[in-house]
Each structure stands twice: as C-alpha cells, then as structure tokens.
C-alpha cells in the first residue's frame, strides 16, 4: 500500500511552493512552450501514420498531437515549429517534446538537434489564505475588470510583474503571464504586497 503512494505521488510530480507565510502556496498548472525541430515535417504523412494526430488544414494549418504520458498536447508545423501545452514541469515539457521526436522516427524522419525550449506563458493556481472583498478591489486598484454577473473572478493585470492574476473571494487565485517559476513568485509577492495596502 505504501509503495503504491509513493508511486502515485511521485507519477503527479506537481511543484507546490510553499510561501513563508503557511496559508500562501501556489503550484503550476500548465507551461506554454515554443520551439523549432528545424526540420521540415510532412504532417499528412504524419497524421496518416499516427492515430493521437488530428489534422483539418482547411481549418488550420497545424497538426495537433496528444501525448498520454506525460498528459500533454502540442500543435505542430510542417516548418517544424512545435507548440507544447499542458505540461506542470520543465521536466514535462522535455519528456514531451522528445516522445514528438520519437513519434517522427517512426515516419522516418530523424531530428538530429536538440531543440531549444523558450516558455510562452506559465499558468499557477494557489491561495494567499485570506477573503478578499472583489468590489472593493476593483475600486480601489488600477487594472481591474470585474464583472461578477458574468464571471465570479477579478482580473487583475500586475504590471510590475508583468503579471496577470485571476483573484476569487475565498482566496484563491490563478496567475498567467509570467515566463519562469520564479517570476511566478515574484509575482505572488508583490500582489500580496499590493493587497495588504488596500485599506
């Protein structure tokens, strides 16, 4: 029974980060990434020859891929630009983008590089561990869009952080925008900060 928790745990792999502040954590929820295989890909051979691919270029000119392990998905190119979704560690991302690469051996198509990996955007969800009144937010800060009839969360652009945060009365909140796990905690800081300055 032990062993299988241990395995299980260790199968989810998600990065929670604990501020010094116990009720403050944050974990990442999905890393947007680009990169190039430098090669150019023939993507209805691909999709013919592998069954998680879709593929409508009337639609669009991409073809989506769906990796199971690690639970990811990524829209390729046929210049060989690949955009990877989906994944809560660099780790991930990596493991990824090489089972793309092992998916194009099997049409032949052998990438000799190791691709560079640039992050498009992190997604985090977290709690700071304190109620926040909405209404009064979106009076009292700049970069506010708050529409409770429509939607129960406030948007607030930080942008010092060049952050964006999604904030919910209980607490909790989700910030998208940032390009590293740092800058994510750097981001949690300064809205903390921000926060405890609205009287």
Do not use: W
């Amino acid at each position: 029974m032990e062993k299988e928790k241990q395995v299980s745990t260790h199968k989810e792999e998600k990065q929670v980060f604990t501020h010094k502040d116990k009720n403050i954590s944050i974990q990442v929820v999905n890393i947007v990434v680009s990169t190039s295989l430098e090669h150019d890909i023939p993507l209805e051979k691909m999709a013919a020859a592998l069954s998680n691919t879709e593929y409508n270029p009337e639609q669009f000119p991409g073809l989506v891929i769906r990796i199971k392990e690690p639970k990811t998905s990524a829209l390729i190119f046929s210049s060989g630009k690949v955009v990877c979704t989906g994944a809560r560690s660099m780790k991930k991302v990596e493991e990824s983008i090489q089972k793309i690469i092992e998916s194009l051996e099997k049409i032949n198509i052998k990438i000799k590089i190791k691709p560079v990996i640039n992050i498009q955007n992190i997604v985090a969800s977290g709690s700071i561990g304190m109620d926040l009144n909405l209404n009064m937010l979106a009076m009292k800060l700049e970069n506010t869009e708050y529409e409770p009839e429509q939607f129960p969360g406030l948007v607030f652009k930080l942008m010092e952080a060049k952050a964006t945060f999604l904030l919910f009365s209980n607490g909790k909140v989700v910030c998208t925008g940032t390009k590293s796990e740092e800058a994510v905690h750097l981001a949690l800081d300064k809205l903390i900060e921000t926060l405890k300055k609205v009287k």
